[in-house]
């Protein structure tokens, strides 16, 4: 009878306690996720097919899903939605949660990038005779971007494209020889799209 009492109470223990008896249980471990470089909202993550969670706000941060998962139990967090023109990779997404993989899934997001470029040419100090740069020495900038823009040149690009979102402003930095150059439609937020229509233009001395 005595044998029977404690196993009695060896089971209730268990019902109190199902995760340091071996069961699942209710949950009690969060899921987190880290997001890294997400620049807008509107990105949503799903795990085990069911459990969603929607990231409104740009920037790096941790979040965690609703749903308490029990220790042990299987996660597979996979990309719902993402923004329009932004690639999104999952690292560590899988696996058995617990204290020392629950926060172990990385989101790393970039904005989609697009090239920054336009046309030069060179003019009579009346504007008028375009041609091709007829100069040596022009430097253009955008931010720390610089580009050397060689003689003879009709069309430029800067070498390293800009995401998508991102504002651009596009300078003169250095003058070429003997030509004052002027740069028109040189600023934005850079669409979904190579920018192919900003224009320098150099005039020759009278």
Request: aromatic share 6%.
């Amino acid at each position: 009878m005595k044998s029977k009492y404690l196993s009695a109470a060896a089971a209730l223990l268990c019902v109190a306690g199902l995760a340091a008896c071996g069961g699942k249980g209710n949950g009690s471990i969060a899921l987190v996720v880290q997001v890294v470089g997400l620049d807008r909202g509107g990105l949503v993550l799903q795990n085990n097919g069911g459990d969603d969670l929607t990231i409104s706000a740009a920037g790096s941060a941790s979040y965690s899903f609703a749903t308490l998962m029990a220790p042990d139990s299987q996660f597979n967090v996979t990309l719902k939605t993402v923004p329009a023109n932004v690639t999104c990779k999952l690292a560590n997404n899988t696996g058995k949660i617990n204290y020392y993989t629950y926060n172990q899934t990385v989101v790393n997001c970039a904005a989609d990038p697009y090239t920054l470029g336009g046309t030069i040419r060179s003019v009579a100090a009346d504007g008028t005779g375009a041609e091709p740069l007829s100069a040596d020495g022009l430097v253009l900038a955008n931010g720390a971007q610089t580009l050397a823009v060689a003689r003879g040149a009709s069309t430029w690009q800067f070498a390293t494209p800009i995401g998508n979102q991102n504002v651009y402003g596009v300078t003169v930095l250095t003058q070429p020889a003997g030509q004052q150059c002027e740069v028109s439609m040189g600023t934005g937020t850079m669409p979904a799209r190579n920018v192919v229509d900003v224009a320098v233009t150099c005039k020759k001395p009278q």
